[in-house]
């Protein structure tokens, strides 16, 4: 089990460090909305419209790509070799191209119904200036699809470079925007910059792409026994996978009717999930994208063993990070906002909103994950039964609780109700998969648990007393800040990294190993 889960960390830590390069530029990205627009109406406008099409993608296409797609390309792929996959992609392809169009022009037409359907507490002038900014960002819905699409085809085939940096040309192509274009061209030039970069993310990959073998041809051959394969599995597993995007959209159309419609606490929820999700999207994604092809495979051959033993594996290396990390962000959401976004227009009053709604986002953080790995292990068994059921019982139980939250508790409600919606998720998912194959969690995997779980405690109680120790003597400006993050990071890590070596968690040997190894 050990060697397994050294392969796991290995292969993990290398997708970790490009996705975490992606992901600190869109992290710089969102501190130049920040600073620009911080939480006005052209950030809000412009957040709520960009989202939009995000939202109707997750929901329709997003499932058929990285859930239905890559498990039949990959059966394709081992029994009728590589040839016939590539026929199934261009077929593929095509369709998803009509149909991304298709929804194009009709979200087009439709976008002010749009606007008014999930955000509904905006007022006059933000709605407007939302539809037209909509109108212009609707065919990211047709490069993301087929972005997504080469992602499937390159994953499948074990590349992973590629499609974990496609995020980071984007990003640096709306960084280059704010920094010599935004004073002239405004929220207008921005969203055509957005534009660019999805374009971007599809054409980067066609030289890998070519590489291996592949060029696309469109296909009108749609009765196809491998799409209709896809489109069985398709429809559970599309429900199942609206949980994030519709749940976000709930949490925000709340969000609308705080602060007298202004739409503030949009903007608020938006800085605050993308922070959380740049965060602990960094491990998570960076584990789902590695496992999911693998674990196709070994579905694919009906290999029960190394499937249990993949996700013992992966589960163990996720909550040896997601979890000190969870406890360490929630001790530092004050001081990670102030370092991250308040600057220019984005004062203390957003600061201190955007903090309260990350401090509640990430109890949620171990649902997030365990819902992204597990169900991705559904998937891989072309089962979406009962990811279809998790996902409409936690979108039902974040609405009950945002209405109940909401007024008591304003957006850190919204933020709350989100992560509990996320575990909920996450334990209908996890339950049935243990009583149907037990070794996924052994023995020792729960004892290294418990001990995650008192080192993080143990953590988070000398971060607290090392935050009010200097921040005492240090202020609450922004150097205070950068005094305050970097010293409790410090020093948690360090009481973390030695507590979880004394207590022997496999893990930590496994990292100790590491590091052993790159010093000789």
Do not use: H
């Not at 359907?117 to 819905?141: C, H, K, N, V, W």
């Amino acid at each position: 089990m050990a060697d397994n889960n050294g392969k796991t960390v290995k292969t993990v830590s290398f997708m970790v460090l490009i996705t975490l390069i992606g992901k600190l530029l869109g992290l710089v990205r969102d501190q130049y909305l920040a600073l620009n627009y911080s939480i006005g109406i052209n950030a809000v406008a412009f957040m709520t419209a960009s989202r939009i099409p995000r939202l109707f993608f997750d929901a329709v296409f997003a499932s058929a790509i990285s859930a239905s797609f890559i498990p039949v390309f990959n059966e394709y792929l081992s029994k009728k070799g590589k040839e016939e996959a590539f026929k199934l992609a261009n077929r593929f392809i095509t369709v998803i191209g009509i149909l991304t169009v298709a929804f194009t022009v009709i979200g087009t037409i439709f976008a002010p119904e749009a606007v008014r359907l999930l955000a509904t507490g905006l007022d006059e002038e933000t709605a407007s200036l939302t539809t037209q900014l909509l109108r212009y960002m609707f065919p990211s819905i047709v490069f993301t699809g087929i972005a997504f699409s080469f992602v499937g085809i390159l994953q499948s085939m074990d590349e992973f470079t590629i499609p974990a940096a496609m995020s980071a040309v984007s990003n640096i192509i709306v960084i280059v925007y704010y920094i010599f274009f935004n004073d002239k061209y405004g929220v207008y030039g921005l969203t055509a910059a957005f534009m660019l970069g999805w374009f971007m993310q599809a054409a980067i990959q066609l030289p890998p792409l070519i590489k291996k073998g592949y060029v696309f041809k469109p296909s009108l051959k749609i009765r196809d026994e491998g799409l209709k394969k896809i489109g069985l599995l398709m429809l559970p597993v599309m429900v199942s996978t609206w949980i994030q995007p519709i749940n976000f959209a709930v949490s925000t159309n709340f969000a609308s009717w705080l602060y007298e419609g202004t739409g503030q606490a949009v903007a608020v929820m938006e800085y605050a999930n993308n922070l959380y999700t740049i965060i602990v999207g960094v491990i998570v994604l960076s584990i789902a994208n590695v496992i999911f092809p693998k674990l196709s495979r070994l579905s694919s051959a009906k290999d029960e063993d190394g499937f249990a033993g993949t996700i013992n594996g992966t589960l163990r290396a996720m909550a040896f990070i997601i979890i000190p990390m969870m406890v360490g962000l929630m001790c530092i959401s004050d001081e990670t906002v102030r370092l991250i976004y308040m600057r220019g227009d984005f004062g203390q009053e957003a600061a201190a909103l955007t903090a309260t709604a990350l401090f509640f986002l990430c109890p949620g953080m171990i649902g997030y994950g365990l819902q992204n790995i597990l169900s991705r292990a559904y998937f891989a068994n072309m089962s979406g039964k009962l990811p279809l059921i998790s996902g409409a019982v936690s979108i039902v139980t974040n609405i009950v609780l945002c209405a109940a939250l909401k007024d008591s508790m304003g957006v850190g409600g919204l933020a709350l109700a989100s992560a509990m919606a996320s575990t909920i998720s996450a334990v209908i998912l996890f339950v049935p998969m243990y009583r149907k194959n037990k070794a996924i969690i052994d023995k020792g995997f729960a004892v290294d648990i418990a001990k995650i779980a008192v080192s993080a405690v143990v953590m988070a109680v000398v971060v607290m007393a090392v935050k009010g120790l200097v921040s005492g003597f240090a202020g609450t400006g922004f150097m205070a800040s950068v005094l305050v993050a970097g010293l409790a990071v410090a020093t948690g890590v360090a009481v973390y990294g030695v507590l979880v070596v004394i207590l022997k968690v496999d893990e930590a040997r496994i990292a100790l190993g590491y590091v052993k190894k790159g010093r000789k």
